[in-house]
């Protein structure tokens, strides 16, 4: 759906399409769903069923069974730079003794720390290389906060027609018509790229070449 608003090609990195829209990531939210329903179970009595069958699963997991629902979620919090035990391991500390806060405002909390640390993983410092587009968006659009929050890019918070909008993002996403994208697909060498509009071949990097054109896109 948000691919829709600037009219990108399928085969853009789903991040680099969230990123520009200032979204957050699908997977933020059901982490933050997993966070918020363990802590319910840790805060219901003792003899409850449901504390009960955590116990007992956790110490499934503590024991070498790593088929178990404890055990599977473990791994899957560990992969995301979190951990279950103790949970959450965030920024802030929602166990301060001078600081009462509500259940609305800690889950704002929870669900800020956890796009945080997604977008540490996504961006900042990912477990491995960035693939080409990655790269390329991080390098020369990406803009981050110092404590790793993703700025939303000026243009989408202005009032632009659609057309005008969605040649901006597809210049920042790399999903343009342009011969050096174009070129790409049809495994054309570098130097055969030849642009349509002016006939001259790509000098210089990616960036400075669709600055250059991007008043003659947006006439096209």
């Not at 090609?9 to 982490?31: C, F, N, S, W, Y």
């Not at 503590?62 to 391991?89: R, T, V």
């Amino acid at each position: 759906m948000i691919a829709r608003m600037i009219r990108s090609k399928a085969l853009v990195p789903h991040d680099i399409i969230r990123a520009e829209m200032g979204a957050a990531p699908i997977i933020t939210e059901a982490l933050f769903q997993s966070v918020t329903f363990i802590q319910c179970l840790w805060e219901l009595p003792k003899r409850r069923y449901p504390r009960l069958a955590l116990m007992s699963s956790r110490q499934l997991a503590e024991n070498g069974d790593i088929h178990c629902w404890y055990a599977e979620m473990q791994q899957w919090f560990e992969s995301h730079g979190m951990s279950i035990n103790p949970l959450p391991l965030f920024q802030y500390s929602l166990d301060c003794p001078h600081l009462n806060m509500t259940k609305v405002e800690k889950n704002r909390v929870i669900r800020t720390d956890i796009i945080n640390l997604e977008n540490k993983i996504t961006w900042i410092s990912p477990k491995i290389p960035l693939g080409t587009k990655m790269a390329h968006y991080k390098t020369h659009f990406l803009h981050t906060s110092e404590d790793g929050f993703i700025i939303r890019p000026p243009y989408m918070d202005i009032h632009l027609s659609y057309a005008l909008r969605s040649v901006i993002g597809q210049l920042r996403t790399s999903s343009h018509q342009l011969q050096i994208e174009v070129g790409r697909y049809t495994r054309l060498p570098l130097e055969e790229r030849i642009c349509q509009l002016c006939h001259q071949p790509k000098k210089g990097d990616k960036n400075n070449y669709n600055k250059v054109h991007i008043n003659q896109s947006i006439k096209s």
